[in-house]
């Protein structure tokens, strides 16, 4: 048999699959026609920037292949072996005892009676269910597709996630300039061609875009950074860990010690004030409440004036740098990136974390956010890219199998009672729990001001649960109680429905293999998100459909999820109810008809050619994100869920006021005694820092941020080709061991050397890495990545075990952002470091 | 008659890994008959990435070279070779046959820069063959340069004078990663990273302010440098030797020059330099 070409979309970019005798043996970033690519044309400063006729994916895809054949598969359905569901259970077991294979008919079998059994018993919300997102991609198979179908069918008891990359701008910035229906991040239309035409210096404070990729845009925007970079724009990188954008861009490094970013925010306000370099007319004109902000900065409601030298104090970053860095954004056109959508960034995911995102958009602010170069942009969206033609993507409504108007029946969850992510292990284990808001609140700023109680009245605790895709064990924080909650007996069922075994998946009692993207037929476009971040494939070259194509069939015994799930529903009688009657190509189709797509190209080419470029249309207008309000100008960019836009406040922002909020009206009306999310920001020293009564023993501050070589858990560990690579792994006696970076001070100190086994602790753990001894480590900060997939415990099943697998998470704290704002705090952690001896 | 290269352009390479990692998607565990044998799991770097950190706290630099065969016209590695195992294409290429290589370890030994590999299974040398393969199939360019996202990495025919590869190498100065070593490669390097020096001017008696604008000359192996410090103070001079004496001069107005010389065995960060005013 020869060799065919496949077209698939991953959670980075799109590939050509070439499959030989049934098996996959390479995979390129898609190989499309030249003729399909227009590219776009950005003049600036006399020059034609244009991108080349190709799709730069992130690194992982390129292992994607080695991924699909993974030593880590789950080939078979397994069942624990001391699990016996009409006997004893042995909960306590999870995490430790061995599993054995079982035909699928039994596994089935099992979990459709204890879904039966729990639902007789307790009622449908005992059932839960938890998903980790985006270790496949296609909308059709997406987890809010099947799974949540099928759970809405069910009448569980959802987890509400939460926004775990970008907690300040979520919880803080939406307070000062609206936004809430981005989740906090800007407005991304044009603002490439706005840097490229206007900016003078960027100040990438919290972000390390050539890491991050855009989320889910590959590495498109690598090429926009070396173009600023070419054209002499200045880069300004502020970060305790010298990043690899700020390697390649080069430009200042600025390192503050964690958690007192605010009180340099706070600094650089302080500078503009006193030295009468803000935009006063802007802040006259578009915002509200700065006579209120001005003398807490000047000090007259403390007594403690925010000057440079008090910011050095608590940042360790010299008061005459600070003041250099203020003097220069206000002369120059500042471009304020902070973090990879604009928002984000790890200094949004600490302790009082919101104060840090407010801040971000207040200087912008005193800067006239929204005039030309003067943005906040996070370099990695905002290309030329056609808004007109609608594809559905994973977060649209119209996007999702469960909820699409294509379908002719929609099972709706009549369950009210919500989990809350972070807290889901204190909820099974000590509840009640309670909390403010509603997960990712992108309908309205009150949605922050729900009030949540688990369990909920007139409602069981969760009994059974089904977890699906992924682990939280590296991502989450505080995590070892996962490890507790699993082995509660309060979990009377626990289903793990995965492709790859993840650090979750062996405390499951029954496993099932589900199948790749590459084995199953779907449909998607690279970047796209829809939702709550709209138009996110503006942060690729080329917007580009993917007809999904079954490449190979299912390896070993794995399944569709969908088939999955169907298998599931037809065994609770209900299958009908949960396919609507439909084959999963019926859906690619029916999500094709219903799109624009048809506009370009007949269904036939489509399904047959496998993708479609969308080029942008000759006359394309670009509409610069926020000029509009800057000019007090009608909102004019595409945002379709702005819901102003085209109402006679069309002017105004999404804050109460519809102007930004130095003083926020809408955390005034419903927390004006917050004193953790004041209503004007202010700098709070942080409760897990350097002024804790904990920093006399552990003195060391971890930094976790977002990975480079993996996405989530999703790639690390499945993927053995990315441990070759020693900024990802270190190979050291036989095993790939995750990097911990320390300044050669902190290690001389312990008499550590880079390639020496070290052992990261604190009182809620301790987690195994291998010592990197570099200079682009702030003192007193150890840098190790968010993300490790291999939880890797020297005892299995005791969550006090050390972890050799890197999952750093165990030493991350699982307080909140503040009182009222449940978001998570990884970087607000003290840890020691002590060369690991065995 | 073509020149195929591969041209580098260190200071755009982010280090993303692309070409590492498609190049092993290439090659693992595929066989391409008569150009090479599968690579196998563990060991080779057909594509290679040299992470090269330099300097002080808190002025580091981070670079990358990427480190393929290089693909030399004067190749040690086919002087080395029996039986013309390893040979130079017309294109420049020079290939190892997977068939004829067997038992030749010595192969592996002869090259300078380290980029072949010894297969213990098959007891063949491995490298990195520029994608000959693809090529002869019609394809433009290597697994690794169609990857990266920057435009580190080109590839082209020097021989042709509207490449844009040739065109590079007229406006760029690309030389062989060690010249030293006199192989005349047709994968050439510009912006490898040399020696650097950097410091901050500090006004000893006005802390609080940056010193800006103030200037600084260096001078030493034949080299005479001019620079200013920018916004923050800060300067730094690239391109130096290793293991050489320079000096720097630091001038500002109203305040006594300071002089400090200073050795390359590393980069070198002088930290903060203090000037007291004139008295």
Request: glycine share 8%; proline share 6%; net charge negative.
């Given at each position: 048999?020869?060799?065919?070409?496949f077209?698939n979309?991953?959670?980075?970019?799109?590939?050509?699959?070439?499959v030989?005798?049934?098996?996959?043996?390479?995979?390129?970033?898609?190989?499309?026609?030249?003729?399909?690519f227009?590219?776009?044309?950005?003049?600036?400063?006399?020059?034609?920037?244009?991108?080349?006729k190709?799709?730069?994916v992130?690194?992982?895809?390129?292992?994607?292949?080695?991924?699909?054949?993974?030593?880590?598969?789950?080939?078979?359905?397994?069942?624990?072996?001391?699990?016996?569901?009409?006997?004893?259970?042995?909960?306590?077991?999870?995490?430790?005892?061995?599993?054995?294979?079982?035909?699928w008919?039994?596994?089935?079998?099992?979990?459709?009676?204890?879904?039966?059994?729990?639902?007789?018993?307790?009622?449908?919300?005992?059932?839960?269910?938890?998903?980790?997102?985006?270790?496949?991609?296609?909308?059709?198979?997406?987890?809010?597709?099947?799974?949540?179908?099928?759970?809405?069918?069910?009448?569980?008891?959802?987890?509400?996630?939460?926004?775990?990359?970008?907690?300040?701008?979520?919880?803080?910035?939406?307070?000062?300039?609206?936004?809430?229906?981005r989740?906090?991040?800007?407005?991304?239309?044009?603002?490439?061609?706005?840097?490229l035409?206007?900016?003078?210096?960027?100040?990438?404070?919290?972000?390390?875009?050539?890491?991050?990729?855009?989320?889910?845009?590959?590495?498109?925007?690598?090429?926009?950074?070396?173009?600023?970079?070419?054209?002499?724009?200045?880069?300004?990188?502020?970060?305790?860990?010298?990043?690899?954008?700020?390697?390649?861009?080069?430009?200042?490094?600025?390192?503050?010690?964690?958690?007192?970013d605010?009180?340099?925010?706070?600094?650089?306000?302080?500078?503009?004030?006193?030295?009468?370099?803000y935009?006063?007319?802007?802040?006259?004109d578009?915002t509200?409440?700065?006579?209120?902000?001005?003398?807490?900065v000047?000090?007259?409601?403390?007594?403690?004036?925010?000057t440079?030298?008090?910011?050095?104090?608590?940042?360790?970053?010299k008061?005459?740098?600070?003041?250099?860095?203020?003097?220069?954004?206000?002369?120059?056109?500042?471009?304020?990136?902070?973090?990879?959508?604009?928002?984000?960034?790890?200094?949004?995911?600490?302790?009082?974390?919101?104060?840090?995102?407010?801040?971000?958009?207040?200087?912008?602010?005193?800067?006239?956010?929204?005039?030309?170069?003067?943005?906040?942009?996070?370099?990695?969206?905002?290309?030329?890219?056609?808004?007109k033609?609608?594809?559905?993507?994973?977060?649209?409504?119209?996007?999702r199998?469960?909820?699409?108007?294509?379908?002719?029946?929609?099972?709706?969850?009549?369950?009210?009672?919500?989990?809350?992510?972070?807290?889901?292990?204190?909820?099974?284990?000590?509840?009640?729990v309670?909390?403010y808001?509603?997960?990712?609140?992108?309908?309205?700023?009150?949605?922050?001001?729900?009030?949540?109680?688990?369990?909920?009245?007139?409602?069981?605790?969760?009994?059974?649960?089904?977890?699906?895709?992924?682990?939280?064990?590296?991502?989450?924080?505080?995590?070892?109680?996962?490890?507790?909650?699993?082995?509660?007996?309060?979990?009377?069922?626990?289903?793990?429905?995965?492709?790859?075994?993840?650090?979750?998946?062996?405390?499951?009692?029954?496993?099932?293999?589900?199948?790749?993207?590459?084995?199953?037929?779907?449909?998607?476009?690279?970047?796209?998100?829809?939702?709550?971040?709209?138009?996110?494939s503006?942060?690729?070259?080329?917007?580009?459909?993917?007809?999904?194509?079954?490449?190979?069939?299912?390896?070993?015994?794995?399944?569709?999820?969908?088939?999955?799930?169907?298998?599931?529903?037809?065994?609770?009688?209900?299958?009908?109810?949960?396919?609507?009657g439909?084959?999963?190509?019926?859906?690619?189709?029916?999500f094709?008809?219903?799109?624009?797509?048809?506009?370009?190209?007949?269904?036939?080419?489509f399904?047959?050619?496998?993708?479609?470029?969308?080029n942008?249309?000759?006359?394309?207008?670009?509409?610069?994100?926020?000029?509009?309000?800057?000019?007090?100008?009608?909102?004019?960019?595409?945002?379709?869920?702005?819901?102003?836009?085209?109402?006679?406040?069309?002017?105004?922002l999404?804050?109460?006021?519809?102007?930004?909020?130095?003083?926020?009206?809408?955390?005034?009306?419903?927390?004006?005694?917050?004193?953790?999310?004041?209503?004007?920001?202010?700098?709070?020293?942080?409760?897990?820092?350097?002024?804790?009564?904990?920093?006399?023993?552990?003195?060391?501050?971890?930094?976790?941020?977002?990975?480079?070589?993996?996405?989530?858990?999703?790639?690390?560990?499945?993927?053995?080709?990315?441990?070759?690579?020693?900024?990802?792994?270190?190979?050291?006696?036989?095993?790939?061991?995750?990097?911990?970076?320390?300044?050669?001070?902190?290690?001389?100190?312990?008499?550590?050397?880079?390639?020496?086994?070290?052992?990261?602790?604190?009182?809620?753990?301790?987690?195994?890495?291998?010592?990197?001894?570099?200079?682009?480590?702030?003192?007193?900060?150890?840098?190790?990545?968010?993300?490790?997939?291999?939880?890797?415990?020297?005892?299995?099943?005791?969550?006090?075990?050390?972890?050799?697998?890197?999952?750093?998470?165990?030493?991350?704290?699982?307080?909140?952002?503040?009182?009222?704002?449940?978001?998570?705090?990884?970087?607000?952690?003290?840890?020691?470091?002590?060369?690991?001896?065995? | 008659?073509?020149?195929f290269?591969?041209?580098?352009?260190?200071?755009?390479?982010?280090?993303?890994?692309?070409?590492?990692?498609?190049c092993?998607?290439e090659?693992?565990?595929?066989?391409?008959?008569?150009?090479?044998?599968?690579q196998?799991?563990?060991?080779?770097?057909?594509?290679?990435?040299?992470?090269?950190?330099?300097?002080?706290?808190?002025?580091?630099?981070?670079?990358?070279?990427?480190?393929?065969?290089?693909?030399?016209?004067?190749?040690?590695?086919?002087?080395?070779?029996?039986?013309?195992?390893?040979?130079?294409?017309?294109?420049?290429i020079?290939?190892?046959?997977?068939?004829?290589?067997?038992?030749?370890?010595?192969?592996?030994?002869?090259?300078?820069?380290?980029?072949?590999?010894?297969?213990?299974?098959?007891?063949?040398?491995?490298?990195?063959?520029?994608?000959?393969?693809?090529?002869?199939?019609?394809?433009?360019?290597?697994?690794?340069?169609?990857?990266?996202?920057?435009?580190?990495?080109?590839?082209?025919?020097?021989?042709?004078p509207?490449?844009?590869v040739?065109?590079?190498?007229?406006?760029?100065?690309?030389?062989?990663?060690?010249?030293?070593?006199?192989?005349?490669?047709?994968?050439?390097?510009?912006?490898?990273?040399?020696?650097?020096?950097?410091?901050?001017?500090?006004?000893?008696?006005?802390?609080?302010?940056?010193?800006?604008?103030?200037?600084?000359?260096?001078?030493?192996?034949?080299?005479?440098?001019?620079?200013?410090?920018?916004?923050?103070?800060d300067?730094?001079?690239?391109?130096?030797?290793?293991?050489?004496?320079?000096?720097?001069?630091?001038?500002?107005?109203?305040?006594?020059?300071?002089?400090?010389?200073?050795?390359?065995?590393?980069?070198?960060?002088?930290?903060?330099?203090?000037?007291?005013?004139?008295?």
């Open positions: 048999m020869g060799e065919r070409v077209t979309c991953t959670n980075a970019g799109p590939v050509s699959v070439y030989k005798d049934g098996k996959v043996t390479r995979m390129r970033p898609l190989v499309a026609e030249e003729g399909d227009k590219p776009w044309t950005i003049e600036a400063g006399g020059k034609k920037y244009s991108p080349p190709k799709f730069a992130a690194p992982y895809v390129h292992a994607d292949r080695r991924r699909l054949y993974s030593d880590e598969r789950i080939r078979y359905p397994m069942k624990r072996v001391d699990f016996d569901p009409n006997g004893e259970r042995n909960p306590q077991n999870r995490g430790k005892s061995p599993y054995q294979r079982i035909s008919d039994e596994a089935l079998d099992i979990v459709s009676s204890e879904i039966k059994r729990v639902t007789e018993k307790y009622g449908s919300s005992a059932i839960t269910g938890l998903t980790s997102s985006h270790h496949n991609w296609g909308i059709v198979g997406y987890k809010m597709g099947p799974f949540a179908r099928f759970m809405n069918m069910l009448g569980y008891t959802p987890v509400l996630d939460n926004p775990d990359s970008w907690e300040g701008w979520h919880w803080g910035a939406t307070h000062s300039y609206g936004f809430y229906w989740l906090g991040m800007p407005e991304p239309y044009d603002m490439l061609e706005d840097a035409q206007n900016a003078e210096m960027i100040v990438l404070w919290s972000n390390d875009p050539d890491t991050t990729r855009g989320t889910y845009t590959g590495q498109d925007s690598a090429l926009w950074r070396q173009w600023l970079k070419e054209k002499g724009v200045e880069m300004v990188f502020i970060d305790p860990f010298h990043n690899f954008t700020a390697a390649v861009m080069e430009g200042k490094w600025i390192a503050p010690r964690m958690g007192t605010t009180a340099m925010a706070m600094a650089i306000a302080y500078v503009w004030i006193t030295e009468d370099l935009d006063k007319e802007y802040v006259k578009r509200i409440g700065f006579e209120e902000f001005k003398p807490y000047l000090g007259e409601t403390d007594g403690l004036p925010k440079p030298e008090w910011a050095e104090q608590e940042s360790g970053v008061a005459r740098v600070i003041r250099a860095l203020a003097r220069e954004w206000a002369a120059k056109r500042t471009v304020l990136s902070g973090g990879a959508r604009g928002g984000e960034g790890g200094a949004c995911r600490t302790a009082f974390g919101t104060e840090w995102a407010r801040m971000m958009v207040l200087l912008q602010a005193m800067q006239g956010l929204g005039k030309p170069g003067r943005s906040i942009w996070g370099t990695t969206m905002g290309a030329p890219s056609d808004t033609t609608w594809f559905p993507a994973y977060a649209d409504p119209q996007g199998v469960a909820t699409s108007s294509v379908a002719n029946h929609l099972p709706v969850n009549q369950t009210k009672q919500r989990l809350w992510r972070l807290t889901l292990p204190d909820a099974v284990l000590n509840p009640p309670s909390w808001g509603e997960g990712f609140c992108g309908q309205s700023l009150e949605q922050q001001f729900t009030h949540f109680e688990y369990p909920m009245e007139g409602y069981s605790e969760v009994k059974l649960f089904y977890r699906y895709g992924g682990s939280f064990m590296g991502t989450m924080s505080d995590t070892s109680k996962w490890v507790r909650m699993y082995q509660s007996p309060k979990l009377e069922f626990v289903v793990n429905q995965d492709i790859w075994y993840n650090s979750e998946t062996r405390m499951a009692d029954i496993i099932l293999p589900a199948c790749s993207n590459f084995e199953r037929d779907d449909v998607g476009e690279w970047g796209a998100c829809g939702g709550y971040t709209c138009h996110a503006s942060g690729c070259n080329f917007r580009i459909v993917v007809r999904q194509q079954k490449c190979i069939e299912p390896l070993w015994e794995s399944k569709s999820d969908y088939e999955i799930f169907t298998l599931l529903a037809e065994r609770l009688g209900r299958k009908e109810e949960f396919t609507d439909k084959t999963e190509m019926d859906w690619i189709r029916a094709f008809d219903a799109s624009d797509l048809g506009e370009h190209i007949s269904w036939e080419e399904d047959q050619k496998g993708y479609c470029i969308i942008i249309d000759d006359d394309y207008k670009s509409t610069p994100s926020l000029r509009w309000f800057a000019e007090g100008r009608e909102c004019d960019t595409p945002d379709p869920n702005n819901p102003k836009r085209g109402t006679i406040k069309a002017k105004e999404g804050t109460y006021s519809g102007k930004i909020e130095f003083a926020s009206e809408s955390l005034k009306s419903k927390f004006p005694d917050d004193e953790e999310r004041p209503v004007v920001p202010r700098y709070i020293e942080s409760w897990e820092g350097h002024h804790s009564e904990l920093y006399k023993r552990y003195s060391l501050q971890l930094l976790s941020p977002h990975p480079r070589f993996t996405f989530h858990c999703h790639y690390d560990k499945h993927t053995d080709w990315l441990d070759d690579i020693p900024t990802h792994r270190i190979k050291k006696d036989g095993y790939a061991w995750w990097p911990a970076r320390l300044n050669p001070a902190d290690a001389a100190a312990r008499n550590i050397q880079t390639g020496d086994i070290v052992r990261l602790y604190n009182d809620r753990g301790s987690v195994l890495c291998a010592a990197v001894v570099t200079q682009r480590v702030r003192v007193g900060v150890i840098h190790s990545y968010a993300s490790s997939a291999k939880y890797d415990p020297l005892i299995p099943g005791d969550a006090d075990s050390p972890d050799k697998g890197g999952c750093v998470n165990i030493l991350t704290p699982s307080r909140m952002v503040s009182r009222n704002a449940p978001g998570m705090t990884p970087n607000s952690c003290l840890i020691e470091i002590e060369k690991w001896e065995g | 008659m073509a020149r290269s591969i041209l580098v352009d260190v200071a755009k390479c982010n280090g993303c890994y692309n070409c590492f990692l498609s092993r998607d090659y693992y565990g595929n066989d391409y008959p008569s150009y090479s044998a599968a196998p799991l563990n060991g080779q770097f057909w594509m290679q990435l040299v992470e090269i950190e330099r300097g002080v706290y808190p002025k580091p630099k981070l670079s990358y070279i990427p480190k393929p065969c290089m693909h030399c016209e004067n190749a040690p590695c086919i002087d080395a070779a029996k039986d013309g195992a390893v040979y130079r294409r017309d294109d420049g020079v290939m190892i046959d997977p068939e004829k290589s067997k038992g030749q370890k010595e192969i592996v030994n002869a090259c300078p820069y380290r980029v072949i590999y010894w297969n213990e299974e098959q007891e063949i040398a491995q490298k990195c063959t520029m994608c000959a393969h693809r090529l002869d199939e019609g394809e433009k360019m290597p697994r690794c340069v169609e990857s990266c996202p920057t435009g580190a990495l080109l590839f082209g025919d020097l021989d042709d509207e490449s844009e040739a065109k590079l190498a007229a406006r760029l100065n690309f030389e062989d990663l060690k010249p030293e070593f006199n192989t005349g490669s047709l994968v050439k390097y510009a912006g490898v990273p040399k020696r650097f020096v950097a410091g901050e001017v500090v006004y000893r008696d006005n802390q609080g302010e940056c010193a800006a604008g103030v200037r600084v000359s260096l001078s030493g192996g034949g080299l005479n440098l001019e620079t200013k410090t920018d916004v923050f103070g300067f730094e001079f690239e391109g130096l030797d290793r293991n050489r004496t320079y000096k720097v001069l630091v001038r500002a107005d109203r305040y006594q020059q300071c002089e400090i010389e200073f050795n390359t065995p590393k980069d070198v960060n002088l930290g903060e330099i203090l000037l007291d005013p004139q008295k």
